[in-house]
C-alpha cells in the first residue's frame, strides 16, 4: 500500500471562463498498490479543505458514511463514487516517474496526459497525426524543436479524449483540433508571461465523425491548459458537461 506519510503537493489550475477549478497531484511510480486510491483520496480532502462550494454543500462529504471508490465506466472511464454517489470527474495517466492523477471541482468533465520528448523519435508519422497548423504553432511555442511541439499536442489530444470518455477508441488525433493558445490562464499572477512562465492555455475543437459523435463539444467549447516539466508536458482538458 501507499504509506499514509507519503504526502501530495496539490496544484490547482482555474479556467479562463470561470469554469473547474482542476486539483491535480502525482506520486513517483514504484510497486505500491492503491496509488490511484491515495491519489483520489487527498485530491478530495483539499477540495474540502478550501471549502470548493460545489462539493462542500453536499451531504456526502463525510468519507466514514460515503467511502470513495473508483469504478470503470463505458470504454474503461473512471468514475468516482462516493457512497453510491456520483462524485467529482478524474482523470489518471502515467510518466515514466510519475502516477497523476486529476479530479475536478464542479460539474465539468476532465481528462489528465502527459508526453515526453522522447516518446517522438525517428520516423514518427507527425504529420498523420497532427494538423500543419497547430503543429507549427506548437513550433514557435517551443522554439522550434520537433519532439517537445509533438509532445506538446500529443498531451491536448490525449487529454481531450479523456475528457470525452472514450480516449482514441472513437475519435481520431487529427479529428482534435488544437487552436492558437491564448494569452494565459486565469488565477495566475506572477506577471510573466506564458512563455516565461511554460504555462498555455488552449481552445479545442472537434471535426469530421467525433463532431457527430460529440455534439456537445462541437466549435471551441473545450478548453485545455498545458504546463511545461521539463522535456515533457502535462495537459488538463475542461468540457461542461451542463452543455450535454
Same mark, same amino acid.
Request: aromatic share 10%; with cysteine; charged share 20%.
Given at each position: 500500500? *501507499? @504509506?499514509?506519510?507519503?504526502? /501530495?503537493?496539490?496544484?490547482? %489550475? #482555474?479556467?479562463?471562463?470561470?469554469?473547474?477549478? =482542476? $486539483?491535480?497531484?502525482?506520486?513517483?511510480?514504484?510497486?505500491?498498490?492503491?496509488?490511484?486510491?491515495?491519489?483520489?483520496?487527498?485530491?478530495?480532502?483539499?477540495?474540502?479543505? *478550501? @471549502?470548493?462550494?460545489?462539493? /462542500?454543500?453536499?451531504?456526502? %462529504? #463525510?468519507?466514514?458514511?460515503?467511502?470513495?471508490? =473508483? $469504478?470503470?465506466?463505458?470504454?474503461?472511464?473512471?468514475?468516482?463514487?462516493?457512497?453510491?454517489?456520483?462524485?467529482?470527474?478524474?482523470?489518471?495517466?502515467?510518466?515514466?516517474?510519475?502516477?497523476?492523477?486529476?479530479?475536478?471541482?464542479?460539474?465539468?468533465?476532465?481528462?489528465?496526459?502527459?508526453?515526453?520528448?522522447?516518446?517522438?523519435?525517428?520516423?514518427?508519422?507527425?504529420?498523420?497525426?497532427?494538423?500543419?497548423?497547430?503543429?507549427?504553432?506548437?513550433?514557435?511555442?517551443?522554439?522550434?524543436?520537433?519532439?517537445?511541439?509533438?509532445?506538446?499536442?500529443?498531451?491536448?489530444?490525449?487529454?481531450?479524449?479523456?475528457?470525452?470518455?472514450?480516449?482514441?477508441?472513437?475519435?481520431?488525433?487529427?479529428?482534435?483540433?488544437?487552436?492558437?493558445?491564448?494569452?494565459?490562464?486565469?488565477?495566475?499572477?506572477?506577471?510573466?508571461?506564458?512563455?516565461?512562465?511554460?504555462?498555455?492555455?488552449?481552445?479545442?475543437?472537434?471535426?469530421?465523425?467525433?463532431?457527430?459523435?460529440?455534439?456537445?463539444?462541437?466549435?471551441?467549447?473545450?478548453?485545455?491548459?498545458?504546463?511545461?516539466?521539463?522535456?515533457?508536458?502535462?495537459?488538463?482538458?475542461?468540457?461542461?458537461?451542463?452543455?450535454?
Amino acid at each position: 500500500m *501507499v @504509506k499514509d506519510n507519503q504526502k /501530495l503537493t496539490v496544484q490547482t %489550475v #482555474n479556467f479562463l471562463h470561470g469554469e473547474g477549478p =482542476v $486539483v491535480y497531484a502525482s506520486l513517483p511510480s514504484g510497486p505500491w498498490a492503491g496509488q490511484r486510491h491515495h491519489l483520489i483520496c487527498g485530491l478530495w480532502d483539499h477540495l474540502l479543505a *478550501v @471549502k470548493n462550494p460545489f462539493w /462542500l454543500s453536499r451531504p456526502y %462529504v #463525510n468519507r466514514d458514511a460515503f467511502p470513495i471508490q =473508483v $469504478v470503470q465506466g463505458s470504454l474503461g472511464r473512471p468514475q468516482l463514487l462516493l457512497g453510491e454517489h456520483q462524485g467529482p470527474a478524474i482523470s489518471f495517466c502515467e510518466s515514466s516517474q510519475n502516477v497523476w492523477a486529476a479530479l475536478c471541482g464542479d460539474a465539468c468533465d476532465i481528462g489528465i496526459d502527459v508526453a515526453e520528448s522522447h516518446e517522438f523519435q525517428g520516423k514518427y508519422p507527425f504529420y498523420r497525426v497532427f494538423h500543419p497548423l497547430e503543429l507549427r504553432h506548437a513550433l514557435k511555442l517551443v522554439g522550434e524543436d520537433l519532439k517537445k511541439a509533438a509532445a506538446l499536442l500529443w498531451s491536448v489530444k490525449e487529454a481531450v479524449a479523456k475528457a470525452l470518455g472514450c480516449a482514441f477508441h472513437l475519435v481520431d488525433p487529427q479529428q482534435i483540433v488544437v487552436y492558437p493558445s491564448t494569452s494565459g490562464v486565469a488565477g495566475e499572477t506572477t506577471g510573466r508571461s506564458a512563455k516565461e512562465s511554460g504555462a498555455y492555455d488552449f481552445p479545442v475543437g472537434l471535426s469530421g465523425k467525433a463532431v457527430k459523435r460529440f455534439p456537445m463539444a462541437a466549435g471551441r467549447s473545450l478548453r485545455v491548459h498545458s504546463v511545461s516539466h521539463g522535456k515533457m508536458w502535462l495537459s488538463i482538458a475542461l468540457l461542461n458537461r451542463q452543455s450535454q
